[in-house]
């Protein structure tokens, strides 16, 4: 080896060894977005299992956005960094444009639900017919949408184990909203109380002029009274 090869040896095994640095540090650093990425959408995926048992909605999350985070983890496992360098800006964007979407959908319902609950709790202050708790939880829930606590509750954080998680959480929040409706409602279905309660837990404003003269009877002989007594006022 010649004294100027030798003399260029160093410097070039530092700029390897910086190369080498910087891959690694470049790698770990997309391998951390991903994981972002997928988390984002994991948390969307479960928010939408949720909503389907407990709000009764029919939300869709996008394949192509689910199908992208899988073929993304096949390139982070098969070392292709530079095709995952290439893709994962794009997929960020497409993973948070679903997450928006589904969360934005959810909030919408949750806002007209909440409204009937709250009258729900009004009335059920006046009938004391249900648990408080039970229709505490259902508020809450709804108020704060704060969910994870429920889903990722101790080490065992499978996704099929959160998935059933996370439906067996809204089916038992659901069924809690029917009971307590059922138990507040049901005594009026099929009189001619029934729009009056109907109203009453939607937030509809209440005018004499409009009861008929049987319902105010009928008003007068329940445990209503009182309460629509404040309504009217």
Not at 50 to 72: G, N, S
Not at 164 to 182: I, L, V
Not at 220 to 229: G, I, N, P
Request: with cysteine; hydrophobic share 35%; aromatic share 8%.
């Amino acid at each position: 080896m010649s004294t100027e090869q030798s003399e260029n040896l160093p410097d070039k095994n530092f700029e390897e060894s910086i190369e080498e640095i910087y891959q690694q540090y470049r790698h770990r650093q997309l391998a951390s977005r991903l994981e972002d990425i997928a988390e984002t959408m994991e948390e969307t995926i479960l928010q939408r299992i949720l909503a389907e048992e407990f709000l009764q909605t029919d939300l869709e999350i996008d394949d192509d956005a689910k199908q992208a985070v899988t073929e993304a983890r096949e390139l982070l496992e098969e070392y292709d960094f530079e095709a995952l360098g290439d893709r994962i800006d794009a997929l960020r964007s497409k993973v948070e444009d679903q997450k928006r979407r589904v969360s934005n959908e959810i909030h919408e319902i949750r806002i007209g639900m909440q409204s009937r609950v709250n009258g729900m709790r009004r009335l059920n202050e006046r009938v004391d017919r249900v648990s408080e708790v039970r229709l505490q939880a259902v508020h809450e829930l709804l108020s704060d949408w704060d969910w994870k606590g429920q889903v990722y509750r101790d080490d065992e954080w499978s996704f099929e184990r959160l998935k059933q998680r996370a439906a067996d959480y809204g089916k038992d929040m659901r069924e809690y909203f029917e009971e307590c409706r059922e138990e507040i409602f049901g005594p009026y279905v099929g009189t001619p109380l029934e729009p009056i309660v109907e109203g009453l837990l939607s937030d509809k404003q209440l005018f004499l002029d409009e009861l008929t003269d049987k319902q105010i009877d009928l008003l007068r002989d329940s445990d209503l009274e009182d309460y629509v007594e404040l309504s009217l006022s």
